[in-house]
DNA sequence: AATAGCTACAACCGCATGCAT
DNA sequence: AATGCATGCGGTTGTAGCTAT
């Protein structure tokens, strides 16, 4: 092709998989005279390679201070946080973790842990909340905003959602709901629990800050949380049973709402909700806000993260699975 | 049991960088 | 300064093995 001298260097020289005889001359060699000098080093250790390929088979596979094994949690959580600061410079993060070469890392990154962070709402380019949810989140405020089943938390509630897409919509909405309402840790949480003097002040307070555009809730007390997550838990639970009795006009009139919302957002790309690819990268200044630190723990038997700002992500689950996400 | 689809990861490719001449 | 070589880096691809149907 273009490239005329790799061409006619690669002119009998053998690709793909390495055999173990080739594994073996490449050690026996490498033990007696030492890496280095890549191009030549094939031919002296009688391998029908190129030097580069040699190279990255020794580096990546044979070298004998290789780590083998799955990562550990603790090599996880070093990995996510060298990548929210540099990147995606592998050599570097590699670097920090002893054993682990650049490959493997980058590997484990595309095949893990990005689809993780993804499934925690987290944008695995920014380490950022993810911008097409905290979309959808304004989408679903304004829906139950203009939905009159709303008006009445104690008689919310939800049937069966036909459309699939509508379905993953909403499931990604309720969680990011229930997500938002337990948005505090827990030492915040008992300093309100503390201050509040009236509970139906604040669960009035709180019903406003669920309308307000910014899809911004504080929980004030635990029986507001209660009050709030017993009408979330019904919707969320609708949304996974296909069994339960339709009841076709709620759902009917939330669907449209929630279709002629997003149809009125300028820039939005529905089609990108239901890909796996990573949200269009952010603007720089989010890529700023680095050095994420994740507290791992658990709450009512879900896993959360949260991370050095109190944000909380709440796992994506609610019945969720890759293959929904077309 | 067959096979289609998916996942994980080894290996490759092209480009960038650093250094010697 | 220009050129060529050696090596490193990050994105991408190919495929073995696993899983679901």
Redesign the pocket.
Known sequence: ???K???SE?HG??????TPEE?QKLVDYIQKYG???????PKNAGLK?????????W????RPDIK?G??SLEEEEVIIQLHSA??????????NLPGR????I???W???IK?KLMKMGIDPVTHTPRLDILQLASILNSSLHNSPQFNNLDHFSLGRVENPNHLYILNLLTTLLSCQNKNLNDSNYNVHQNQSSGNDNNYSNSLQQLQNPQFKITMESPLMKTKLMNQIAPIATSFSNIQQPKSSTINNILENQILSNIEEMPNFDLSSLFS?SPSPSSPSNLKSQSSTTFVNGTIEGERYTYDNNNFMMYNISNGL???ELL
């Not at 020289?13 to 390495?18: H, T």
Request: charged share 25%.
């Open positions: 092709m273009t490239n001298s790799t061409s690669n020289l053998k690709k793909g998989p390495w594994d890496y280095g000098k890549w191009r030549t080093l390679r190129c030097g580069k390929s040699c190279r990255l088979r580096t990546n596979y044979l083998r799955r990562f540099l990147g995606n410079k592998w050599s570097t993060i590699a670097a070469t650049d490959n493997e980058k590997n484990y595309n095949t893990h689809k796996t699975n890759d293959s």
